[in-house]
């Protein structure tokens, strides 16, 4: 298969991750600015419960991935380049994760101020650090299990543990047992929303999904695998809302704690589900158009560079970020222009950024360089 064909052939993961960028693009604006007033109608709460789909959106897109670097099966579990260069990949992730939760300008200053066993803004455990390590645990049980064939039952077998499980984790506070840069993972705490309990479970189910996909894929039964998926997805779905609303009432499913089973089993329905619509609508409508597909591609400089414009990092002290200034005092109509205006930028920035890696691959690798290295030198100043 050419590398054109194949790159034609998953579109629908890009595409998806793509549309999961709008998404959360809209949610983080409308949770920072739109006014209070909004938030108690039903309409908000519906909303609210959709946005609550983004996360688990790019947990399990990011477990669906792994199988994708894992052409290299024997050379990665033996510790050749194929696990070395996921590894720097995930590090990376970890490394911007944390580098946004930068709360000063100086390296000497923010060592000063950090201490072990108090919940501060640079020890909070977001999004990409719960991607950055799940994947990295999988790698870690690639090079145990050293069969792939065993390596993804038991990531189906972690991610369901993993949120079953977390009722019973977070009623035993391990924050009181460990210091705040672990017990972040483990707990959600101050400036540590997305922990790995449940939130890896999402990672490492979509991790299972990917190769049973895979293995529908060698067989040529990948349409069937969708089409099985979207009916297992809506059923799941379906059963739990009516669950969920027999046992909480009509409000239940808008209002359950994302840390519920029942919430996260729903969310992980959903997503399969519409993981599934993507591919079976890639493959009856397949568009030539591609203006959409940077988000998709490049959607950690997305979710950076949006996070940077609303609520500030190293670069914009958060007592000067938009969040600070507009923090739930716009209206609807101002609300709805300020998220097509960062959607906008955020487009135009990752469209550029991908035509400069496919045009010139090489300028494109020395200005990453090159950045990263500014920041490092700023930061040690």
Known sequence: MTRQKQTDRFTFIDRYRAWAVIWMIETHVFNSFLVGFWRDRPVFQVLDFLNGLVAPSFLFLAGFSFTLALKQWDEL???????????RRYLLILAIGYALHVPHYSLRRLAATLRWHENQLFWGVDILHCIAVSLLLLLVAALI???KQLLFPIALAAGIAASILTPTIRSAHPERFFIAPLAGYLQRLPYSIFPLFPWAGYVW??????FLWSEARKKGREEIFFNVLLIIGAGIGFTLSLAITIRFGRSGQFSLNPAHPLAFFLKAGLVSMILALF??????HRSSRQHLLALGQESLLAYSFHIVIIFGSLWTAARHSLDHYLHQRLALLPSILMFLGIFAITWVVTGGWRQLKTLYPRASRWLHLSLWLAVLIFFSL
């Open 145 to 147: 299990v050293r069969k």
């Open 205 to 210: 189910i979509g991790s299972f999904c990917s």
């Open 77 to 87: 579990i033996n510790g050749g380049a194929p696990l070395w260069k996921q590894v």
């Open 279 to 284: 591919f079976l609508l890639d493959r009856l």
